[in-house]
């Protein structure tokens, strides 16, 4: 039974991201809104390019030699894109029919600042671009973007995208959606409550299991309950680019976002060992020191650099392939 409680908690633990990721991609690279109480997700495959030209935003630009992928694809995950590190652009075909009016974006937290157009026209930068094409290093925040009426045609409209990588990631965290703007703001309003609910919540275990620990300090399982619990609450309110609105500062979301990550299985491993009287053996030394290795390793690249480049290019996917490993050795210990 406790296995199976436990099983449930890692496996909540990381279902707001999983869900939100499962993602179905589709071959066209356009888009179709005929309902004016629509809203859906851009799943589709955008025209991509890395050749950094304002005339991209045209809509009689050539794009006959741009390659096409998803926008919350990692782009530097394909080899011709590696070692790009200026600006890219994405566009993408959509056709408005039945007159529908009043549109919207969802904009998802993004892993460096980007600029919107619709029909060549401006309608949001995130960051601030100057006559350079540079940014400042920074994410985007998650936002809801109004597209302005009288930009919008009947049939053919092109939304385009110009943004970049930063610390070896790029990309959008999930799909844009786009859609009645109601609704858009609706599903953005319960996404951000939802974020700050289960940070509410892991903050106030936290805090509980903390004052259960300094009234009976000879249980440490409370002490590594408010490990993993605040780990839980900052790293989700970072992850989700929320916390970029209370303090829009890199540095800051890098440590509680990262930090945060790492915290959640060395609490979780050491929780289980002391609640369950698990004794210690050599694979649970192995995996905290690997953890612990990775928390100082991230934390000292975040206070003398700002960002987490090598840790994205060195640490992070054997670190995401190792939290399999950690349920998979909770659940059977």
């Known amino acids: 039974?406790?296995?199976?409680?436990?099983?449930?908690?890692?496996?909540?633990?990381i279902v707001n991201k999983t869900a939100d990721n499962a993602t179905l991609y589709t071959d066209?690279?356009?888009?179709?809104?005929s309902s004016q109480d629509s809203i859906q997700p851009i799943t589709s495959r955008w025209f991509f390019t890395t050749t950094d030209n304002l005339n991209n935003k045209n809509i009689d630009a050539d794009v006959s030699k741009?390659?096409?992928?998803?926008?919350?694809?990692?782009?530097?995950?394909?080899?011709?894109y590696s070692k790009h590190f200026g600006n890219v652009w994405f566009r993408l075909p959509v056709f408005i029919n039945n007159k529908v009016r009043d549109i919207a974006l969802y904009i998802p937290i993004h892993y460096r600042g980007a600029q919107f157009y619709f029909n060549e026209n401006l309608i949001y930068e995130s960051r601030h671009y100057n006559i350079n094409g540079k940014s400042p290093p920074i994410p985007g925040k998650p936002c809801v973007v109004r597209i302005p009426d009288n930009l919008i045609k009947d049939g053919y409209n092109l939304l385009a995208v110009r943004t970049q990588m930063l610390d070896n990631t790029s990309g959008f965290s999930k799909p844009i959606f786009i859609g009645s703007y109601s609704r858009i703001n609706n599903?953005?309003?319960?996404?951000?409550?939802?974020?700050?609910?289960i940070c509410a919540v892991s903050f106030f275990i936290a805090i509980i299991f903390l004052f259960y620990f300094?009234?009976?300090?000879?249980?440490?399982?409370?002490?590594?309950?408010?490990?993993f619990s605040l780990g839980m609450c900052i790293w989700m309110f970072g992850f989700t680019g929320f916390s970029l609105y209370v303090i829009d500062a890199r540095i800051v979301y890098n440590l509680i976002t990262y930090i945060g990550s790492i915290l959640c299985p060395i609490g979780l491993?050491?929780?289980?060992?002391?609640?369950?009287?698990i004794p210690k053996n050599i694979f649970q030394r192995i995996l905290l020191i690997y953890y612990f290795f990775?928390?100082?390793f991230v934390f000292f690249e975040i206070i003398l650099t700002g960002g987490v480049f090598y840790f994205h290019q060195y640490f992070y996917m054997p670190y995401i392939s190792s939290i399999n490993i950690v349920i998979i050795y909770l659940t059977v210990s």
């Open 294 to 296: 990775n928390l100082i």
């Open 1 to 13: 039974m406790i296995k199976t409680i436990i099983f449930i908690i890692v496996t909540l633990s």
């Open 66 to 80: 741009w390659d096409s992928l998803p926008i919350e694809y990692p782009w530097h995950y394909n080899k011709q």
């Open 28 to 33: 066209k690279t356009r888009i179709q809104i």
């Open 269 to 277: 491993i050491l929780f289980i060992h002391s609640f369950l009287n």
């Open 214 to 227: 300094l009234y009976l300090k000879t249980e440490r399982y409370y002490l590594y309950m408010t490990v």
């Open 187 to 197: 599903k953005f309003f319960f996404n951000s409550n939802k974020t700050y609910a």
